[in-house]
């Protein structure tokens, strides 16, 4: 018992002592620590709360497709979605390189998002199937008209992918 005594005394006294080495740590130190780390949206970031929603997520995840059909008009054309850590997904059109469109512009867009999965059909106009999981595990997919003439942008994803994102019915949560 006195043993047992003696080294939660030694924990107190170990735990006091590293806590006052950070009161009292010199400011170069503090130059250590990466500047990411000390940017209050960065730690938002990492557990995931944006405004005032918490999701789950610290991970980005990504996907893509490319029309892979030499006999299509969008042959090359690569589409990537991807999530952020806030739980946000977007979609990138290759034709408009650097344009990341946010998918909550689609209509039916879940929050808290992850996993994302992309696929296209390979005709002109063709057809792009977007899959998210919610953070609740629900899957949604919407259907986006492509054409080789008009790259998906922020201006036209709502109406390429009209009607919007829909619940896959009895999806297993």
């Known amino acids: 018992m006195k043993n047992l ?8 006294a170990a735990t006091g002592i590293v806590l006052a080495g950070l009161v009292t740590a010199p ?30 997520r610290t991970e980005r995840d990504i996907s893509s497709t490319v029309v892979d059909y030499s006999g299509s008009d969008l042959f090359g054309t690569v589409f990537r979605v991807t999530t952020d850590r806030r739980g946000d997904a977007y979609l990138n059109d290759s034709r408009s ?8 512009l689609v209509p039916g867009a879940p929050d808290c998002t992850e ?8 005709e ?17 997919q919407a ?3 492509v054409a080789s003439g008009t790259p998906l942008n922020s201006a036209n994803i709502a109406t390429a992918c ?7 019915p009895n999806t297993p949560v």
């Open 115 to 122: 996993d994302p999965a992309v696929s296209v059909t390979e």
């Open 124 to 140: 002109d106009p063709g057809q792009l199937f977007i899959t998210l999981v919610a953070g609740s595990g629900k899957i949604y």
């Open 97 to 104: 390189p650097g344009d990341w469109i946010p998918l909550e």
């Open 162 to 168: 009209s009607p919007g994102f829909s619940q896959i």
């Open 27 to 56: 400011s170069a130190a503090a130059d250590e620590v990466p500047v990411s780390i000390t940017r209050a949206d960065d730690l938002i970031d990492r557990i995931g709360v944006f405004d005032g929603r918490r999701c789950e």
């Open 5 to 12: 005594a003696l080294a939660a005394g030694s924990t107190v």
């Open 143 to 145: 259907e986006c008209e």
